[in-house]
C-alpha cells in the first residue's frame, strides 16, 4: 500500500478532514487520547504492513504499541508515524505562551 492509497483511506474514513491541525480530532476525541494501536487502525494498516513500511518486523511494532509512551523515544515515535503515512510535529507549551514547534 503506498502513501497515497492510505492518504485516501483515512479520507474515506473522515481523519482527513479534521481542521488544520493534522488529525487532530482522531488524537483528541472527547477528551480521550488515542493510543498508537487505535491510530493504526483508523489508517487501516495491520502491525504486519506497517512494519513493512518501517524496515521492522511486526513483533516490534507490537512492542512499540505495548510500550510506555512516555518511555519511547522520538526517534521511534517518528518513523512510527512516518511508516502511517504522517509527519510528528512535536510542540512545547508554556504557561502564558503560544506553543512553541520543535520538531
Given at each position: 500500500?503506498?502513501h497515497a492509497s492510505r492518504g485516501t483511506r483515512a479520507t474515506k474514513?473522515?481523519?482527513?478532514?479534521?481542521?488544520?491541525?493534522?488529525?487532530?480530532?482522531?488524537?483528541?476525541?472527547?477528551d480521550r487520547v488515542y493510543g498508537l494501536r487505535d491510530v493504526r487502525?483508523?489508517?487501516?494498516?495491520?502491525?504486519?504492513?506497517?512494519?513493512?513500511?518501517?524496515?521492522?518486523?511486526?513483533?516490534?511494532?507490537?512492542?512499540?504499541?505495548?510500550?510506555?509512551?512516555?518511555?519511547?523515544?522520538?526517534?521511534?515515535?517518528?518513523?512510527?508515524?512516518?511508516?502511517?503515512?504522517?509527519?510528528?510535529?512535536?510542540?512545547?507549551?508554556?504557561?502564558?505562551?503560544?506553543?512553541?514547534?520543535?520538531?
Open positions: 500500500m503506498t474514513r473522515g481523519l482527513a478532514e479534521r481542521g488544520p491541525e493534522p488529525y487532530g480530532g482522531l488524537l483528541r476525541d472527547h487502525r483508523a489508517c487501516d494498516l495491520t502491525q504486519q504492513q506497517l512494519a513493512g513500511h518501517m524496515g521492522v518486523n511486526q513483533k516490534r511494532v507490537c512492542e512499540i504499541e505495548l510500550a510506555d509512551i512516555d518511555r519511547t523515544q522520538v526517534s521511534t515515535l517518528k518513523r512510527y508515524v512516518e511508516g502511517l503515512g504522517g509527519t510528528l510535529h512535536v510542540s512545547i507549551a508554556l504557561p502564558g505562551n503560544e506553543p512553541i514547534a520543535i520538531v
